[in-house]
DNA sequence: ACCTGAACACCGTTCAAGT
DNA sequence: ACCTGAACACCGTTCAAGT
């Protein structure tokens, strides 16, 4: 399907204007260069449409941002590694990251809006579904997956591999502007927490963290 | 010292310009009616002074982001109460907590540029201090904070408790809209993730499991 | 019926003109 | 020297005019 018609006069070049297309480009322009960029205006010109053709197809703005999330979250497969419920639970939580560090512009829209589409929502079955295979209760999974969504999101949102550097010189440009009589603590371990904003491994180390707590609530399988 | 000069004519109405009560007043604003509806144009309005004369206080609307989270973070006291650690350090969250419920564009604001500004290290050092004094290391300490915060800041950024009612509701009609068959974990537990998403005992038992993770990391005292 | 340009009511910030 | 209005180059969306 989808046969290409031959010499029909559309509006201009490429595919025509779907809902996805027009989400799939807003994201590419979101994710280069910040969601402040991206307006109904430009991305009508990136699709080399009319401003008010978009209208047709997204309601309005906050609907585009609906359409984004959908879009992000729906190109990457989550298939589950052999393992047990923890490595399981890490690679569903590295899936998330994984989304998020491609799509950015995905912690500040959720934010806008918190969406509960069936996109975002697989993620969700998915972990349920190790959780009490594991031996959890269903209150105590839904907690449990909370918690991990939770720093999963902030920690995406704060650190971004991408500018990790620039935190890491930031980080330490602050901690010498310090004064040390009001901020002794922060002061004398500043090294360590300049590393725990940037280091690749703190990611697992607090998903371990949550885990190890959660633990002693499982009910042996 | 801040003696009022007399009658000297001044602009408008009102006390003088300062960067504080610039920040202050576009607190009020975005925390009224979100951060788009802040702009310097409706922020000069509100104080009766002209566009323009903004710039002399602050470079512009990213330094206003800037003041307006250190004033936010500034007016609480963090008063650690006696107790444990572990009573502590919830008590720090919880303050942190009731921060950005009162200011909730902060959430916003520090995600568009994360800062690392003086007011927002009081409670970095607070928490390393409990943390040190309770026998874990400096780089657990940490990285064990980091976690912490995090998982703070995301349940704020998604569970504001003015709407809580609202997400039930919403995350009620999601599930009613959702095929079993493509996501059945979810189906069967939908109560309690809906519930995961509003229950205000949610955020101790996040804060609760990862200290449960982290109380073996811990030298004895 | 479908599509879309002009127009409206806004932005942040530069810059030059006011005092 | 200090302050700030007009102007510039943008916004999202309404609405009526085009095909």
Do not use: N
């Not at 639970?89 to 500040?108: S, T």
């Not at 972990?127 to 449990?144: H, K, N």
């Not at 990611?203 to 885990?211: C, K, S, T, W």
């Amino acid at each position: 399907m989808a046969a290409p018609m031959a010499g029909k006069r559309r509006s201009r070049t490429g595919p025509p204007l779907t809902r996805e297309r027009i989400a799939r480009t807003a994201l590419a322009i979101a994710d280069r260069e910040g969601l402040d960029a991206l307006s109904m205006r430009r991305l009508a010109a990136e699709l080399d449409a009319g401003t008010m053709s978009l209208y047709r197809h997204v309601a309005g703005k906050d609907e585009l941002y609906d359409a984004m999330v959908e879009a992000a979250m729906e190109e990457r497969d989550l298939e589950l590694p052999d393992g047990d419920w923890r490595q399981r639970l890490h690679a569903l939580m590295d899936a998330l990251r994984r989304i998020l560090v491609e799509h950015p512009v995905g912690v500040q829209i959720r934010l806008r809006r918190p969406i509960i589409s069936p996109g975002a929502l697989r993620l969700t079955d998915a972990g349920m579904g190790v959780l009490r295979q594991a031996g959890f209760a269903p209150a105590e999974a839904a907690r449990v997956f909370r918690t991990l969504f939770l720093y999963t999101f902030a920690f995406c949102a704060f650190s971004s591999p991408a500018d990790a550097e620039e935190t890491r010189r930031q980080g330490q440009a602050a901690l010498l502007r310090l004064d040390p009589e009001a901020y002794p603590e922060v002061t004398a371990v500043g090294e360590h927490l300049v590393e725990s904003m940037y280091r690749e491994d703190q990611f697992g180390f607090g998903i371990d963290l949550v885990l190890d707590g959660a633990e002693p609530l499982r009910a042996s399988p």
